[in-house]
């Protein structure tokens, strides 16, 4: 399997789409000025303690305050509250735990209101990214993520992935990081560690390490509510945790990013250094890479397969809904028992993909076409969960039930990623009355003439659909449209068709290629 990383950049936020075999399967945004990211690490203060619901709210800097259940404050919560007190009192001088007395570790069933006070300074992580009306969900567990290790303060146990099969490399590996880890640090060894060399995972450890010290080092001199570590940015998070063999092209669209991210690869994977590309094309480049158009079709309503079938898609507050229709794909040769097994096999894989696509959390239920033989129930279920392995949020899914319904459960995360696809009406502009096409043309021509002839702009470019393209080029090179503009203007004006543009939009460049308001 080929896997592309498509990164667009603008000024607002960068869109970051993963491709398997040219299908788009992941579609993240971040926004340039996002407060909040899983994994960054904020010292906050104790606010109220609900001990009907064992949990605590805790402010830091965030609109609403923070969540921490209990469950959620980890085996060491005594020893991570101990050492924060330290560092901000000036007694703890060091960032290593080798000579920290740890406390005991909590019990798994105990109340909030023996572990925290209120007012109490406390170091949190986040865990869950602020979704509606909610605020981030945080814990006490602390861990850093790098590419082959995740590091976890306070701890002492030794994991080894469980996609690891090899009983020697996994005892190797174990080996291994009980002689390098320091005291009191415990390591969750990840996938891609298999057969890696002991130099790629110390300089791994010690980087991680060293994030460690840039923490304590903020946390000694910190005021809550406070960011003390950022979690590493969602495109090179991206690549950490993607980037593998399969890979064969990242392609970025900013000069300034993709210098960023040629260092990260060689830091990383330094033979992998080579399938970073610039992209530097006229259009778009989720135009040109043919991403822009899957996108289009893939978050609607309806979304539909080649086979013809199609998923129809609800969202309600408690839960998401798929609905599978076979549309005009049954086979007349074929009985009706086989055509919805085939349908459903269809489904099962872009259900799994819109999943993924989406990052849609919670209770999901799938309604497919009934089948009454139980080995097709049993197929089914079984393709639905080999499509979901890849899927690295924690999920459940139960077998169909009686009347044709699988149940999935999965984890979330982030917000859902919600792209609207559905275009304004052209003419009307969503108010009931019809503008007049035609005056399209000259609302160009006057924006033209301002930018060039009052602002003395040269070397224009003008993107708009391909079918308003066709219209200024169509005709006669002295009639077009184009060239009555060249003989107006006394400069050529580079025409491009956009498939992403609204049919009655048009965008103005300038010669750097910037969007001009005009």
């Excluded at 993520?145 to 090899?166: D, H, M």
């Excluded at 960023?260 to 890479?289: E, M, Q």
């Excluded at 839960?319 to 049954?330: C, E, K, P």
């Excluded at 792209?419 to 009406?425: A, G, H, I, N, Y």
């Amino acid at each position: 399997m080929n896997q592309e990383l498509i990164i667009n950049s603008t000024p607002g936020e960068v869109v970051i789409a993963l491709l398997n075999d040219k299908r788009l399967v992941e579609l993240h945004r971040e926004k340039n000025n996002a407060k909040y990211s899983v994994g960054d690490i904020y010292l906050g203060t104790t606010r109220k303690i609900m001990s009907g619901l064992n949990a605590v709210f805790i402010d830091v800097g965030y609109e609403k305050d923070a969540f921490l259940h209990y469950h959620d404050l980890g085996p060491h919560a005594r020893s991570v509250l101990k050492y924060t007190d330290m560092c901000l009192k000036g007694k703890q001088q060091v960032s290593n735990l080798m000579y920290f007395k740890h406390e005991p570790e909590i019990q798994k069933d105990g109340k909030i209101t023996d572990i925290v006070k209120s007012g109490l300074p406390v170091l949190v992580q986040i865990a869950k990214e602020p979704i509606s009306a909610k605020g981030p969900r945080v814990t006490t567990e602390i861990s850093l993520a790098g590419r082959y290790l995740v590091l976890i303060p306070f701890g002492e146990k030794v994991s080894i992935s469980s996609k690891i099969r090899s009983s020697e490399e996994k005892a190797r590996l174990k080996e291994l990081m009980h002689n390098i880890k320091p005291k009191h640090f415990g390591v969750i060894v990840r996938t891609v560690a298999e057969n890696k060399s002991v130099a790629d995972l110390e300089g791994d450890l010690n980087d991680l390490i060293k994030r460690w010290e840039t923490a304590f080092q903020t946390l000694k001199t910190g005021q809550a509510p406070q960011q003390i570590l950022g979690e590493m940015d969602r495109t090179n998070a991206i690549l950490r945790d993607f980037l593998n063999p399969s890979f064969n092209a990242v392609h970025v669209n900013d000069p300034a990013l993709y210098e960023d991210l040629k260092h990260y690869i060689k830091a990383i994977a330094p033979d992998k250094s080579d399938i970073l590309k610039l992209f530097a094309g006229k259009v778009p480049i989720f135009d040109a890479l043919g991403v822009e158009k899957q996108i289009k079709g893939l978050f609607g309503k309806t979304v539909h397969m080649k086979s013809g079938a199609y998923l129809v898609i609800e969202h309600t507050e408690a839960l998401h809904v798929f609905d599978v229709n076979s549309g005009n794909r049954a086979k007349s040769e074929q009985t009706q028992e086989q055509n919805a097994l085939e349908v459903n096999l269809d489904a099962a894989a872009e259900v799994a993909r819109q999943l993924r696509l989406r990052d849609m959390g919670g209770i999901i239920v799938v309604d497919f076409i009934d089948m009454h033989n139980p080995d097709n129930r049993r197929k089914l279920f079984d393709r639905l969960k080999d499509e979901m392995k890849s899927d690295r949020a924690k999920h459940n899914i139960l077998p169909p039930s009686k009347f044709g319904l699988i149940q999935i459960t999965r984890q979330r995360l982030r917000p859902e990623v919600n792209v609207e696809v559905l275009e304004t009406c052209p003419n009307c502009n969503g108010s009931g009355k019809s503008q007049p096409s035609i005056l399209l043309a000259d609302q160009i021509t006057n924006a033209l003439r301002f930018l060039i002839k009052d602002e003395g702009q040269k070397g224009l470019s003008l993107h708009v659909h391909p079918y308003l393209e066709a219209y200024i080029k169509k005709g006669k090179w002295f009639k077009s449209l184009q060239w009555k503009w060249y003989f107006e203007f006394k400069q050529w004006i580079k025409i491009a068709g956009v498939a992403s543009q609204p049919l009655m939009e048009y965008t103005i460049y300038d010669k750097s290629m910037d969007e001009i308001d005009a």
